[in-house]
C-alpha cells in the first residue's frame, strides 16, 4: 500500500517545518518552528496530520481468441490459432467496464503496470516456485520443461515466438501470439506472467523499453 503526506498550507509565508514520520506509528507529525520575534507558542506535542492512503488498482488475466476484444477461451486450442494474452488494472467498478484495449486512454493513475518474469511449461508450475529458465527435467521421470519467454523487465526474449507486450496507457497490456506446443506428446502449455505495479514519477511511467533484437 503507497502512503504520501498531503498537508495543506494556507500561507506561503509559514515558519520551517519540521517533519517527523517513524515507521512504528504511520503518521506524520509536523511542528512549525517559531521565530525568536513572534510570539512565543507553548512547546507542546506537535500537530498530527492523517496520513492519506493511495488505493492500489486490482489486476485482471485472460486469453481471448482472434482479437483483444474477442471470445474468452473456453476450449481446446488448436496449434496455430491466434490468441491475445490481456493484462487489465483498474479500481473497483472501473475494472469491470470492459473497454476496449486497443482505444488511447489517458490514465490518471499513480500506477503503471509492468508484465515480466514469464514462462511457459508442459506441466503446472504452481508447485514449481523454483524452476529457472532452460531448466529442462527427464521426460522418463514423468517430468517437464520450462522455459522463460520475458525477462525480468518484462523484454522477450525469443521474439520469433513471442513479440513484445503491447501497453494500452498505464493499465492495460496485451501480447499476441499463435498457439504452440512445446513438445508433442505434451500438448497442453502452462502459460505464467508476474504483473507488477511501478508508481509514476512526475506524471510518468517509469517502465523499461525493450530494445528490437
Known sequence: ???????????????????IETEQHPRALIKFAMDSSENEMPDKKPIELPMSRFAEPECSYEVHLDSADGPLV??????????????????GAELNKEPSP???????????????????SSGNQ???SGQ???????????????LEIMDEFGCSIYTNITPEIHYIGDLRAVLEVQAFA??????????????RLLLKINGRCRRPNCIKK
Open 74 to 91: 473456453d476450449r481446446k486450442i488448436t496449434i496455430g490459432e491466434q490468441l491475445f494474452h490481456r493484462w487489465e488494472c483498474g479500481y
Open 126 to 128: 504452481s508447485d514449481q
Open 102 to 120: 486497443f482505444k488511447n486512454s489517458s490514465d490518471n493513475s499513480l500506477y503503471c503496470m509492468m508484465v515480466h518474469s514469464c514462462t511457459i
Open 182 to 195: 512445446l513438445d508433442y506428446d505434451q500438448p497442453a502449455v502452462f502459460f505464467k506472467c508476474n504483473v
Open 132 to 146: 529457472r529458465k532452460h531448466r529442462r527435467r527427464n521426460r522418463r521421470q514423468n517430468e517437464f520443461v520450462v
Open 1 to 19: 500500500m503507497a502512503h504520501a503526506l498531503m498537508p495543506t498550507l494556507a500561507n506561503a509565508a509559514h515558519p520551517p517545518m519540521e517533519l
